[in-house]
């Protein structure tokens, strides 16, 4: 069966602290996203990758990084947590080009204080 | 890049009324469209979806949406809401450069 998985369902950060959200598919999937969701603001891509070492931001950027070194897993980077960056973040997966089911991980709830 | 409105950020019917949920895109090419469900404490999970052809497509739990290229929209419909569809909704669209957007969602309150 299809599994993505969030290597933190809950973490609680002090701001400035850098940060490190893993996503392990192991479906041998192209294309991974990484997506904040907020209430009253869906989700919102963060950054997306369609290939190992390869990365393109989405429409909420900064103060974020990715890492793609391996196909299976895609890493968010929080530089220095701040408290706007307390949400629920979600992790996916799909195939690849012409392939369009998406799956997602169970999400990993970041509070900074 | 692509985005998504969907303008009802939350919509109240009573049970076995009938439901439109409202999506708008903004893409320069033929989009993939989705909507998607999500409970509360759950998961997404994929109602339905268009890529091409008939412009009405059939999903899960007795959903339909309906593309109108002319208006830009996707909108969601049930003919009978059932108390078990209380949850919020989230249009989608995904692009060619391999990259999905999502919209704000709308929440749905169904009345006894």
């Known amino acids: 069966d299809v599994k993505v998985t969030q290597s933190s369902r809950y973490l609680v950060k002090r701001t400035g602290e850098k940060v490190f959200l893993e996503c392990v598919q192991d479906?041998?999937?192209?294309?991974m996203f990484w997506y904040r969701q907020d209430p009253g603001l869906g989700l919102r891509l963060i950054y997306f990758?369609?290939?190992?070492?390869?990365?393109e931001k989405g429409d909420i950027p900064e103060g974020y990084s990715v890492s793609r070194e391996k196909k299976e897993r895609f890493s968010l980077i929080l530089e220095s947590a701040s408290t706007n960056q307390t949400s629920m973040y979600l992790c996916?997966?799909?195939?690849?080009?012409?392939?369009?089911?998406?799956?997602f991980g169970e999400g990993s709830w970041l509070t900074v204080v | 890049a692509q985005s998504v409105t969907q303008p009802d950020i939350h919509i109240t019917v009573s049970e076995g009324a009938s439901l439109e949920l409202r999506c708008n895109y903004s893409?320069?090419?033929?989009?993939?469209l989705f909507w998607y469900v999500q409970s509360p404490g759950q998961g997404l999970q994929l109602l339905l979806k268009?890529?091409?052809?008939?412009?009405l497509v059939q999903g899960i739990k007795g959903f339909e949406a309906e593309f109108k290229r002319s208006q830009s929209s996707f909108n969601l419909r049930k003919p009978s809401v059932h108390w078990s569809d209380a949850a919020e909704y989230f249009c989608?669209?995904?692009?060619?450069?391999?990259?999905?957007?999502f919209g704000a969602g709308t929440r749905l309150t169904v009345k006894p």
């Open positions: 996916a997966s799909r195939p690849g080009q012409g392939v369009w089911r998406i799956y």
């Open positions: 989608a669209v995904g692009g060619n450069n391999n990259d999905m957007r």
């Open positions: 268009y890529f091409s052809g008939d412009t």
């Open positions: 893409y320069g090419a033929t989009p993939y």
């Open positions: 479906m041998d999937h192209e294309n």
């Open positions: 990758s369609y290939d190992v070492k390869m990365k």
